[in-house]
């Protein structure tokens, strides 16, 4: 089992930056894929972004591309989401999550099914 604990959150002002970070610990070394998610109140839970640990390969949602930035250090076992431009509609609780399985398309890692552990998550309030 893999325990995530997530860091970083806080409030910001529309068109500022925030940094998150997801410190791994217990059995990180089957971990193929580390992903961001992010609940809004009233909203369901949404993809974000993912890594595979790998080869690096990454998949961005949409409403994120070009202003996150998803990263690991895996020496430190530590995964870094750079949050950049941020909009009011990034409010929300942001999540780290770990998958023990591989795959070599990127869209089964933008699934909550496809993650086996899970951070506590970390608030993010954008005001305008």
């Known amino acids: 089992q893999v325990q995530l604990v997530e860091s970083g959150g806080g409030l910001v002002q529309a068109g500022g930056s925030l940094r998150l970070s997801c410190a791994a610990s217990?059995?990180?070394?089957?971990?193929?894929?580390v992903g961001w998610f992010r609940q809004a109140p009233g909203k369901d839970r949404e993809f974000v972004t993912t890594?595979?640990?790998?080869?690096?390969?990454?998949d961005y949602a949409d409403s994120v591309k070009g202003r996150f930035t998803i990263s690991t250090d895996n020496a430190e076992n530590t995964m870094y989401l750079q949050m950049n431009s941020l909009k009011p509609e990034d409010t929300a609780v942001y999540y780290c999550?770990?998958?023990?399985?591989?795959?070599?398309?990127?869209?089964?890692?933008?699934?909550?099914?496809?993650?086996?552990?899970w951070g506590q998550g970390t608030q993010v309030t954008v005001s305008s």
């Open positions: 999550a770990a998958s023990r399985k591989y795959y070599t398309d990127s869209y089964y890692y933008r699934l909550q099914i496809s993650y086996d552990s």
């Open positions: 217990g059995r990180t070394f089957n971990m193929y894929s």
């Open positions: 890594i595979r640990k790998t080869d690096g390969m990454t």
